[in-house]
């Protein structure tokens, strides 16, 4: 069974760093796409950022030159830099990855910046 573990998120203050990672287990299919998603209280799901398998990146307008994405196919691991972490960068952090069409989750790993 395919299975997401994110780590790396906790409380920083503002202009910290953190470096979320990812992790597929159980998975003898190819990764397709590997991207952060990113939840806050009240607000809807959006995605931060997404890398492809020929390594072309998407970032969400806010973070571009903050965040950077990453990924390590021999390890099936994805990752999330993220720099001048700001207020507004609060939230559950869920990674999703794509194979043959079938998009997975895992539970997220929980950022919360401090002013």
């Known amino acids: 069974q395919v299975q997401l573990v994110e780590s790396g998120g906790g409380l920083v203050q503002a202009g910290g760093s953190l470096r979320l990672s990812c992790a597929v287990t159980e998975s003898e299919l190819r990764i397709d796409d590997m991207g952060w998603y990113r939840q806050a209280p009240g607000k809807q799901r959006e995605l931060v950022a997404d890398i492809s398998s020929s390594l072309s990146t998407y970032y969400v307008d806010s973070v571009k030159g903050r965040f950077t994405i990453s990924r390590d196919n021999a390890m099936n691991t994805v990752y999330l830099q993220v720099n001048s972490l700001k207020p507004e960068d609060k939230g559950n952090y869920l990674c999703?990855?794509?194979?043959?069409?079938?998009?997975?989750w895992g539970r997220g790993t929980q950022v919360t910046v401090s002013s």
């Open positions: 999703n990855v794509q194979m043959r069409n079938v998009h997975y």
